[in-house]
Every structure is written in C-alpha cells, then in structure tokens.
C-alpha cells in the first residue's frame, strides 16, 4: 500500500518538513522575507539533516525554499532573531552547526533553487550535492556590500566555485546569472520555472531506484578523502571495496545484472 506524505512544520512554520517514502523534502517558508534565515529556522534544518543521516529509509533529500521568487536570500538582517546576533553562550554557530551537520550526513542533496540564491542562501547552496535552477535564478555574495564578507560560506564554496569567479563574487558583491552557474558547472541543470518540478522528479528519481547503502557509503567516501594525499586516498578507497563487495546490495545487483532483470535493493 503506497504512503502518503506526511508534513511537518518546524520553527514555527519557518521550515516545511515533508516525507514522501524514501524522498525527504525540506522547503524554508518564508516567502515574505525572500526564505531568508533566522538561527531558528538553521538549527531545524540542522536536526532535520541529523535525523535523516540515521534514518536508514531516507534515500534523497531535497532542499528547496516556497514560492517563486527566491531559494534563500541569506540571513535575516531585521532585528531579532538575525544570525548577526552574537551569542557568546555558543561554542558553535548555528550556521556552523547546520554546516557540521550536512557535511556529516550521507544521504544525497538535491537543491531546487527556484529562484535569487544570495548570501547564506548560497552555503545551503553549497551544501547539496546537486542543484537544478531556474533559468531567472541568480546567485551571488553581497555581503561586502554591507560591509561584512562570506566567511563561514567560503567553507563550502571553495572547491565548488573556481577561484578566480569566487573571488569576483566575493569582493564585488556582484551576482552571476544561471546560465553562467550553469557553464561553470556549479549547477547541473537550468529550466524554465515551469519544468523545474519535473527535472528535479526526474533526478530524484534516477537517485531512488538506486541502492541507498551504496551512494551513503559512495557519499561518505567522497567527503572522506577531501583532505588526503594520492597515497591516502588510494590506500582508503582501495580498502573501502572489499567491505562494499560483502553488503546484500552488492550481491543483488551483480546477481541482477547476470539475470537481466530490475535489482531489488534492500539498503543493506
């Protein structure tokens, strides 16, 4: 019998949390403020992303923000609840935190930018493992404009934009379009908003009716060896195999590709 979704609101409504079968679907709701973040809404998305990584069902998350006009157009800077405001009781940031936590996690990210990715909203960018945007997105690093700079962002966007386009970005303020997201590669598709709920299906899909113990462990090696030296990574990936090899997953699929039949993944 197929289950139907389930949603769930998370600080305070700020957060949209949806589960549909294997596909967890996060959405920042705040449309009005162009989904722009609180402290509240980062440290939802940090459990949230902490819940998925140990619930073995989660197959694909998806991160996205409501409405049209924007992904995530970075901190809130009204007063309040903003990320600006210091909190010297944390040893961590709330920013810091949600970082820690998706890089920790091993199941695939897929960002629906659907619209301005801007400031912070750009480290969320960075955090998925692939995107599909809009072809009226826009994505950019204002905050020298106002007289700060992306630190914490820079953490996930060094090896994802080339240095000399980071650089630009970073000290001018000034966005790059889509089309020029896409050409450099930091994005995987471009559509019209129209089609961008299809494409994002269709990659969701591609992810799902593959083995999931097989792209956590693929995921987890792939964060692995970021920091190591040729010799270290090929001693690490060289010994990651033999364990790959002994899962049911691995057996299954061999068994299925020797059979010519649709493989029967069971995640472990």
């Avoid at 949603?7 to 700020?14: K, L, V």
């Avoid at 809404?41 to 409501?66: E, N, Q, Y």
């Avoid at 949600?98 to 480290?123: K, Q, S």
């Avoid at 083995?211 to 692995?224: D, F, H, Q, T, V």
């Amino acid at each position: 019998m197929n289950q139907s979704p389930t949603t769930h609101n998370a600080a305070g409504g700020d957060l949209l949390v949806q589960r549909d079968r294997a596909v967890l679907r996060l959405t920042l709701n705040r449309p009005q403020r162009r989904n722009a973040v609180t402290n509240d809404v980062m440290i939802a998305l940090r459990d949230a992303f902490l819940a998925a990584s140990a619930d073995t069902s989660v197959k694909v998350i998806v991160l996205s923000g409501a409405g049209d006009k924007a992904f995530c157009a970075g901190a809130d800077l009204t007063p309040g609840d903003t990320p600006f405001k210091p909190d010297f009781s944390r040893l961590q940031s709330p920013l810091g935190e949600l970082t820690r936590a998706v890089h920790a996690c091993d199941v695939p990210i897929v960002g629906r930018i659907n619209g301005l990715c801007l400031a912070g909203g750009m480290g969320l960018f960075g955090m998925c493992d692939m995107a599909i945007a809009v072809d009226t997105a826009k994505f950019g690093l204002p905050e020298i404009k106002i007289g700060i700079f992306p630190m914490q962002i820079l953490t996930v966007l060094r090896d994802l934009i080339p240095a000399r386009v980071l650089n630009r970005m970073s000290m001018t303020g000034q966005p790059i379009s889509a089309a020029a997201a896409l050409s450099l590669g930091i994005v995987n598709e471009v559509v019209p908003a129209a089609k961008l709920d299809e494409a994002v299906d269709v990659l969701v899909a591609e992810l799902v009716a593959l083995s999931p113990i097989a792209l956590r462990r693929g995921k987890y090696a792939m964060r692995a060896v970021e920091s190591m030296n040729f010799h270290e990574m090929m001693s690490f990936t060289e010994t990651s195999i033999p364990s790959m090899i002994q899962t049911e997953d691995a057996r299954e699929g061999l068994a299925a590709f020797n059979e010519k039949r649709t493989a029967q993944w069971t995640g472990r």
